[in-house]
C-alpha cells in the first residue's frame, strides 16, 4: 500500500518570500507523485507530475518539485509566493500503471502582504 | 476542452432522503472516478469506471451508495437513506488511459449538507 505525510498542516509565508511544503511518501513499488492545489469553492487543480522520469520536475505557476528517492521525499517549493498562491495543496502518491491516488491530508497556504 | 462538471454543486437534504449527484467527464476521457472528502481531509477513492464498466469499489462505499455510468458517457452517484455522516464534498475526476501513469482531472464537487 502507499501513502504521504504532509508534516506541516498550515504554511504562513510573506509576498514574495520562498515556499516550502514538505512530502514524505511510503510506497513499496515505483510511485508516482502530484501535487494537486485547491482554491476555496474550486476544483482540484494539477501542479506537477513525477513519473520516473527527471527527478526535478516543473509545474505550473512558478511551483517545482524534487523527487529523493533516498529520503522518501517529494517536497514543493517556489522562489517567490504570490497572494494568489493562498490555497489548500495537496501531495498525492499512486503506484505507476495504478489509477486510485492516495491524497496527504493536506497543507493551507495563507500569504500575507 | 470544457473541463469535468458536476451537478448539483450544493445539496441539502433532510436525513433518509435519497440525493444523486452527476458528473460530465471531459468528452474523451475513458476513465471516471469518484472520491470524497471530509473537512480538513485529503479526498478518498470511493469507485472508479473504465468506459461503462465499474472496475473497483472502495470499502467506504457501503451498500447505500451506487454509481453507474450508462454508455460510457456521464456518471450518476446516488446515495439512498442518507445518514448525517454522509455530509462531505463528492469529487468526480476523468482521465485518459496512458502508458503509465495517466493524470486526473477534477471536477469542482458537490457538497452535501445531510440535516
Known amino acids: 500500500a502507499q501513502s504521504v505525510t504532509q508534516l506541516d498542516s498550515h504554511v504562513s509565508v510573506s509576498e514574495g518570500t520562498p515556499v516550502l511544503l514538505r512530502c514524505n511518501y511510503s510506497s513499496s513499488y515505483s510511485p508516482s507523485l502530484f501535487w494537486y492545489v485547491q482554491h476555496p469553492n474550486k476544483g482540484l487543480q494539477l501542479l506537477l507530475k513525477y513519473t520516473s522520469a527527471a527527478t526535478l520536475v516543473k509545474g505550473i505557476n512558478g511551483f517545482e518539485a524534487e523527487f529523493k528517492k533516498s529520503e522518501t521525499s517529494f517536497h514543493l517549493t517556489k522562489p517567490s509566493a504570490h497572494m494568489s498562491d493562498a490555497a489548500e495543496y495537496f501531495c498525492?502518491?499512486?503506484?505507476?500503471?495504478?489509477?486510485?491516488?492516495?491524497f496527504g491530508a493536506g497543507t493551507t497556504v495563507t500569504v500575507r502582504a | 476542452d470544457t473541463g469535468v462538471s458536476q451537478n448539483p454543486r450544493h445539496k441539502i437534504t433532510k436525513r433518509g432522503q435519497n440525493v444523486t449527484f452527476r458528473c460530465d467527464p471531459i468528452s474523451e476521457h475513458n476513465r471516471l472516478y469518484w472520491y470524497r472528502q471530509t473537512l480538513g481531509q485529503g479526498p478518498e477513492f470511493l469507485t472508479y469506471?473504465?468506459?461503462?464498466?465499474?472496475?473497483?469499489k472502495s470499502r467506504l462505499l457501503s451498500d447505500r451508495f451506487s454509481a453507474e455510468r450508462p454508455k460510457g458517457s456521464f456518471s450518476t452517484l446516488e446515495i439512498q437513506r442518507t445518514e448525517q455522516g454522509d455530509s462531505a464534498m463528492y469529487l468526480c475526476?476523468?482521465?485518459?488511459?496512458?502508458?503509465?501513469?495517466?493524470?486526473?482531472?477534477f471536477g469542482p464537487g458537490t457538497r452535501l449538507t445531510v440535516l
Open positions: 469506471f473504465q468506459n461503462e464498466a465499474q472496475l473497483e
Open positions: 475526476a476523468s482521465s485518459y488511459l496512458e502508458r503509465f501513469t495517466d493524470t486526473q482531472y
Open positions: 498525492v502518491v499512486t503506484l505507476t500503471n495504478d489509477y486510485k491516488l492516495s
